[in-house]
C-alpha cells in the first residue's frame, strides 16, 4: 500500500471515540493533516487519559462530542453519517478491571455493542477498526507471538477486551457491518496518562526519570517486551481504515524488537540524564497477572498494508521525554507533582 491510504480520508467523515485520549488524540492529528472531516467522541472521565490539551493547536480543526459510548441513543445519532470509525474508547487498567470488574465490563464489552449496534441500524456501510490488546493472549506459550496463538487471558481486562474484539468480527461476518482489530502491543509516546501508574508503565517510568525519581523494577529486569511508538500506531490504524483487505480480521501491532525492562530504562535514563533505578520483589496482585516475557509478530499485518515500525525506541524515547518536560503541567496537577529525590 503506497501513500494512497492517507489521500483516502481527504473529505471523509471520520469518528474517533476515545478520542480526546492517548492513542486517539494522535491519531486525531494525522487525520487532520489528511485533511478528514474528524469528530472525537469522549467521556472525558477522570483517571481514563482523555485530556482536552491533547488537541492543542488542531482543536479548531476537528469538532468534539463530551459523550459516553453506552448510551445506545447517543451512538445512534453520532455514528449515522461516519465513513469511518475508529473505536479506541476503554478502560485499559488491567489492575483497576480486577478492582472493579464490573466498570471494565460495561466499558469494554457492552459498549462494544452498543457501538456496534448503532452502526449496525443506522449505518451499516461503516468501517470500523477497534483497538485490541496483546493482553487477550495471556502468557505465550512461545515467542514471538503471532495471531494464531490461543486467547487466553490472564485478567478482567483481557477477557472483555477479547469479548469486544469478537463482537466487531461477529458483526463484520454476519451482519456486514466492516470491522478489524489491532492487537496493539507497548504503546508510548506523547499525551499519554502519566498521573498515576495504572495505565502503563512506561509512562511511569517516563514521568519518574523526567522528576529524577527512582524506577523500580519488578524481579531482575530481564523480562522482555517490544515497544512501538504512537505516530506508529496512529498510521497503522488509518491503514487499517483505508484497506478492505483487513476486514474481519485480527492483527497484532508491535515494535520491531524485543528488549528487557533493565535495557529499556537503561536508555531512558541516558536521554533525561536524570533518575535511578531499583530492583524490588513482584507486589502479589501484579505478579498474578503477569504474562512474563512478550513480544509480538506483526508480520501479518505488514503482509496486508505495508505498515512498519518506523521510529526507533531511543527517538521516540527523546520525542516523549522532550515533550512532556514542555508541557508537564498539562498532565499532571500541582497537587500530584513530586519533589526529586
Given amino acids: 500500500m503506497t501513500a494512497e491510504y492517507r489521500q483516502f480520508y481527504r473529505g ?17 492529528r494525522q487525520l487532520v493533516e489528511a485533511g478528514a472531516d474528524v469528530l472525537l467522541v469522549d467521556s ?11 488537541i492543542d493547536g488542531i482543536a479548531d480543526r476537528l469538532r468534539v462530542n463530551v459523550a459516553d459510548v453506552r448510551q445506545q441513543t447517543t451512538m445512534n445519532y453520532l455514528v449515522r453519517d461516519r465513513d469511518v470509525i475508529f473505536n479506541l474508547a476503554g478502560q485499559v487498567s488491567h489492575i483497576d478491571s480486577m478492582r472493579d470488574p464490573y466498570t471494565d465490563l460495561e466499558i469494554n464489552c457492552r459498549s462494544q455493542l452498543t ?24 502468557r505465550p506459550e512461545s515467542l514471538p507471538v503471532t495471531e494464531v496463538h490461543l486467547v487466553r487471558p490472564t ?31 507497548n504503546v508510548y509516546g506523547p499525551r499519554q496518562l502519566i498521573k498515576h501508574s495504572r ?43 483505508a484497506s ?13 524488537r524485543a528488549i528487557s525492562h533493565r535495557e529499556l530504562v537503561g536508555i531512558l535514563l541516558g536521554i533525561t540524564g536524570a533518575g535511578s533505578v531499583e530492583y524490588v520483589d513482584w ?3 501484579k505478579k498474578a497477572i503477569d504474562i512474563g516475557s512478550f513480544y509480538a509478530d506483526s508480520s501479518k499485518f505488514k503482509g496486508a498494508t505495508g505498515w512498519r515500525a518506523a521510529v526507533p525506541l531511543a527517538d521516540g524515547l527523546r520525542c516523549t521525554v522532550d515533550f512532556y518536560r514542555r508541557h508537564l503541567n498539562r498532565y499532571i496537577g500541582e497537587e500530584e507533582r513530586t519533589e526529586p529525590m
Fill in 12 to 28: 471523509r467523515r471520520v469518528m474517533i471515540t476515545g478520542g480526546l485520549g492517548f492513542i486517539g488524540s494522535n491519531l486525531a
Fill in 44 to 54: 472525558l472521565i477522570p483517571d481514563y487519559g482523555g485530556n482536552l490539551f491533547n
Fill in 115 to 138: 457501538i456496534l449496534e448503532a452502526c449496525r441500524y443506522n449505518n451499516p456501510k461503516t468501517k470500523l477498526v477497534f483497538a485490541g490488546t496483546r493482553q487477550v493472549y495471556g
Fill in 155 to 185: 485478567d478482567v481486562n483481557g477477557i472483555n477486551k477479547a469479548a469486544g474484539e469478537y463482537y466487531h468480527l461477529l458483526y463484520n461476518n454476519v451482519f456486514g457491518v466492516r470491522a478489524c482489530s489491532l492487537r496493539l502491543t
Fill in 199 to 241: 495505565q502503563g508503565f512506561i509512562a511511569w517510568f517516563i514521568r519518574l526519570a523526567i522528576e529524577n525519581k527512582p524506577i523500580q523494577i519488578y524481579g531482575d529486569g530481564s523480562q522482555l517486551r517490544d515497544f512501538v511508538y504512537v505516530d506508529d500506531v496512529a498510521d497503522a490504524f488509518l491503514r487499517a481504515g
Fill in 244 to 256: 478492505d483487505a483487513c476486514n474481519g480480521e485480527v492483527f497484532n501491532v508491535g515494535g520491531d
Fill in 283 to 285: 507486589p502479589p496482585d
